[in-house]
């Protein structure tokens, strides 16, 4: 049976920015920001309020942790010095699990949740569009092998830490639910300590495309809770989430962290975005020579309103001050990173700088108030 919910609040914290996987499945919706460290912890704090309850912390998306080690481990020790009997679940693909599991042990991390949806590599091929296990995106039919090897090594490597491993499975009808005794019996010899099924739940629009899985229904979710359990201690969440119980998380908007989500005014009524093609966000900040500059026009659309340029690497902090006086009409920044000391002094100049990935227009929307059905122009 799954540990049952604890009194304190299970707070599932998005500090993860970068994705290292697509399934083919997924919501068409631009991933939100992500809170940073700092962001995370005061956010806790308002929902804790004065009793200083200790909180256990999901750390699950919206990208992998692992993928950014680094943030994942300073968001758990800057919530180590605030509330040291806390307990931490980090939800991931298991990518780089190997070399992180001394450094999450080291940090006091209990439980690994590994998100595995197959064992076989023709199966994972269907249902993911991409992975990519390094720096670099690989032919799919190799980086799916590579994603089965990194995910043993990663079950060996977090129980050898003395790190709890639980395995969350989806359950894509057509696709692996004829799979399921072989991924609890192979998780189960690697050392994995439980299983959750997960229901895939398409949204609104994925489910009137005929080439979505549909929905499981109660009797075949039954059907598929009697398959597994010889090997493991198995349950089926009926309602998906990134963890075995009630988390409360930040609100949200179309994505986006509500704590952390910028809104226009009369002053600063547009978005700066810094890319590559011009399609995603998909460029370091410090790599940006140009910013598309996006905002409403007199009709009230949000559109592409030009492209804007902006000053030269070099200078440190003064190149940061110019760019924010390059930028005086604008109250968000988008890109794919940025460091920390251009997000502080952009701030300061009232630009707040949202770490994200994904299509350009969706997620411009969703700053706007909008989404996939408010109108907006294209070019």
């Known amino acids: 049976m799954p540990d049952s ?3 304190s609040p299970r707070l599932s914290l998005p500090v993860a920015p970068h994705a290292n996987a697509r399934l083919r499945f997924a919501p068409d919706q631009p991933p939100g920001p992500v809170m940073s460290p700092e962001e995370a912890l005061a956010w806790a704090a308002q929902v804790l309020g004065s009793t200083g309850t200790p909180p256990q912390v999901v750390i699950a998306g919206p990208g992998d942790p692992l993928a950014t080690v ?17 307990t931490v679940e980090i939800v991931t693909l298991g990518v780089g699990g190997e070399e992180c ?35 670099k995106t690989v032919r799919l039919a190799e980086a799916v092998e590579i994603l089965l ?23 894509y009808p057509g696709y692996n639910d004829g799979h399921l005794e072989q991924i609890e019996q192979r998780m189960a010899q690697l050392g994995a300590a439980a299983m959750t099924l997960v229901p895939f739940k398409p949204g609104a629009e994925e489910a009137e495309n005929q080439g979505f899985p549909r929905e499981p229904d109660k009797a075949m979710l039954t059907a598929a809770r009697s398959r597994v359990g010889k090997y493991l201690e198995a349950d089926v969440e009926q309602e998906a989430s990134e963890s075995g119980s009630a988390v409360l998380a930040p609100a ?54 030009g492209r804007r340029d902006l000053p030269e690497a070099g200078g440190g902090g003064l190149r940061w001050e110019k760019l924010a006086d390059s930028l005086p009409d604008c109250f968000a920044l988008l890109a794919a990173s940025a460091g920390a000391n251009p997000k502080q ?5 009232g630009i707040t700088v949202l770490i994200t990935e994904g299509e350009i227009d969706g997620t411009v929307d969703v700053l706007f108030g909008g989404g996939k059905n408010k109108p907006t122009c294209r070019k």
Request: proline share 6%.
């Open 5 to 7: 919910v604890s009194q």
């Open 70 to 86: 680094g943030l994942t481990l300073k968001t758990i020790r800057l919530f180590k010095l605030k509330y040291p009997s806390l």
């Open 101 to 135: 599991a001394p450094l999450l042990d080291e940090e006091g991390v209990g439980l690994v949740t590994l998100r595995v949806d197959a064992v076989d590599p023709e199966i994972l091929a269907k249902l993911f569009a991409w992975i990519r296990p390094g720096k």
């Open 149 to 171: 090897s990194e995910q043993a090594l990663a079950v060996v490597a977090f129980r050898k830490a003395g790190i709890k491993v639980k395995i969350r499975t989806t359950l």
């Open 252 to 305: 949200t908007d179309g994505g986006f962290v509500a704590a952390a989500l910028p809104r226009p005014s009369s002053k600063r009524p547009n978005v700066a975005v810094v890319s590559v093609g011009g399609m995603e966000v998909d460029l370091h900040l410090g790599q940006a020579y140009q910013a598309l500059i996006y905002g409403p026009r007199e009709d009230g659309l949000t559109c592409l309103l």
């Open 345 to 349: 002094i952009l701030k300061d100049r």
